[in-house]
């Protein structure tokens, strides 16, 4: 079967730090991966999808980044953290040509 | 510009109601409709409907599609306090391996 993990699970870092979250799956090959984020008592913003190792669409222009260097393992990262970056953040996969999207455990992440 | 909507954006009731949470969306080539359930945590799948009139049931919870009317509606019958959660409704175009969420319906159940 397959899972996805993500880590790490609740972070706290100071504005202007740099950021690197990770995401990898397993039990399938050449999924779909997204990064979402979700501010309190909000909806999922879809900030990044992949549909292949290198390949990258970023839905939300800001000062994230996303990486897929392996075929199951994808980075979110940031060169300087802002306030407004904080919120819980999704990692999900499905399978290739989309269709139900599966969500990892969340990475809760606080800028002070 | 593709939309789902949602209501109520919440609701309070007592363990043993009955609660109807509606989803409509516009979309351009629907492909289907997504119904997950978020407690404090990541959202957890509970159905994908393709098909108009189909029910999809599993326990306690149920779920149809109107493609003609765009609306889906999620129902929870004899609520428990453990149904209490964020329900997201997410809808799929053809060709773009994207979802489109509304923003929720927080359910509230107390004893």
């Known amino acids: 079967s397959q899972t996805i993990h993500q880590w790490p699970a609740t972070l706290v870092q100071p504005v202007g730090s740099p950021l690197s979250l990770e995401c990898t799956v397993e039990?399938?090959?050449?999924?779909?991966l997204y990064w979402y984020r979700q501010a309190a008592g909000r909806g999922l913003q879809l900030l990044f999808y992949?549909?292949?190792?290198?390949?990258i669409s970023s839905e939300v222009p800001q000062n994230l980044s996303a990486s897929r260097p392996q075929d199951r393992q994808f980075i979110l990262s940031s060169k300087k953290l802002l306030l407004s970056d904080s919120g819980f953040y999704l990692c999900?996969?499905?399978?290739?040509?989309?269709?139900?999207?599966?969500f990892g455990p969340g990475t809760r992440l606080l800028v002070l | 510009e593709d939309k789902v909507v949602q209501s109520p954006l919440s609701l309070v009731v007592h363990e043993g109601d009955t609660v109807t949470l509606n989803c409509s969306y516009e979309?351009?080539?629907?492909?289907?409709l997504l119904w997950y359930k978020q407690e404090k945590k990541a959202p957890t799948f509970l159905f994908m409907l393709?098909?108009?009139?189909i029910e999809k049931k599993s326990g306690r919870l149920s779920s149809i599609l109107d493609k003609k009317e765009l609306f889906s509606i999620l129902n929870i019958t004899a609520t428990q306090t453990g149904d209490s959660a964020v329900y997201l409704c997410?809808?799929?175009?053809?060709?773009?391996?994207?979802?489109?969420f509304g923003t929720g319906t927080r359910l509230q159940v107390f004893p």
């Open positions: 997410a809808v799929e175009p053809y060709n773009t391996d994207k979802l489109i």
């Open positions: 393709t098909s108009s009139g």
């Open positions: 999900a996969w499905s399978l290739a040509g989309g269709g139900t999207q599966y």
């Open positions: 979309v351009t080539n629907f492909r289907s």
């Open positions: 992949s549909v292949g190792i290198g390949q």
């Open positions: 039990g399938t090959s050449n999924p779909n």
